[in-house]
């Protein structure tokens, strides 16, 4: 699990969809994609799950679902669980040994009960304060994102206020990809955002 991760999100007073624009950054280059939506029902997310999924297979680009293990199967893929989600060891047994399968942290602690667990990668943060989500853990900084990075020996996916400006220094502390939301969904320009943190 390397490179950019989009979490979709839409913005309607946008005219933007969670398949809009993870149409458009993939274009540009992001090379992982989460579909995440919280609000909807499940008719309604399996229809843009599948279809966002067909797109991220066309392009060769890895797609997971958050939090939801039951859509994950339907679709063939991998999932992201967090904290209040079903446990990783449930979710082996119904997606199997070989589906990608993520777990949140938020802090050093965390970080070391989750590597236990044995999942395929670590979400990590905030690592500095973000505006995507308004229950998120204090932001835990450069300094403690290398520290986790130092102790597992699994990937690193950092998350939380990451942009243009500090990605460089997000990978300079460990991390072996970068996550974002709002960075790329809520951006003037997709495609321009989606090449700066790249380059960056």
């Known amino acids: 699990m390397k490179g950019l991760y989009f979490i979709t999100t839409e913005y309607p007073e946008l005219k933007r969809s969670h398949y809009l624009v993870t149409k458009e950054a993939i274009e540009a280059g992001v090379k992982i994609v989460q579909y995440r939506e919280k609000n909807k029902d499940f008719k309604t997310r399996f229809k843009e799950a599948s279809r966002i999924k067909k797109l991220?297979?066309?392009?060769?680009?890895?797609?997971?679902?958050?939090?939801?293990?039951?859509?994950?199967?339907?679709?063939n893929s991998g999932v992201h669980l967090g904290h209040d989600d079903m446990s990783?060891?449930?979710?082996?047994?119904?997606?199997?040994?070989?589906?990608?399968i993520g777990l949140s942290a938020r802090n050093y602690e965390e970080a070391m009960q989750a590597a236990n667990l044995a999942p395929d990668y670590l979400g990590v943060g905030p690592v500095f304060n973000t505006p995507s989500k308004d229950d998120a853990a204090p932001a835990i900084g450069l300094f403690e994102l290398n520290r986790i990075c130092q102790a597992v020996k699994l990937p690193v996916i950092a998350i939380g206020g990451i942009t243009a400006n500090n990605a460089n220094d997000v990978y300079h502390a460990g991390a072996s990809g970068i996550a974002v939301i709002s960075a790329i969904a809520k951006a003037p320009d997709i495609s321009s955002a989606v090449e700066e943190l790249i380059s960056a």
């Open 56 to 75: 991220c297979d066309s392009n060769k680009v890895q797609f997971l679902v958050n939090d939801d293990v039951h859509l994950a199967l339907m679709l």
């Open 88 to 100: 990783i060891k449930q979710a082996r047994q119904i997606l199997g040994k070989k589906k990608i």
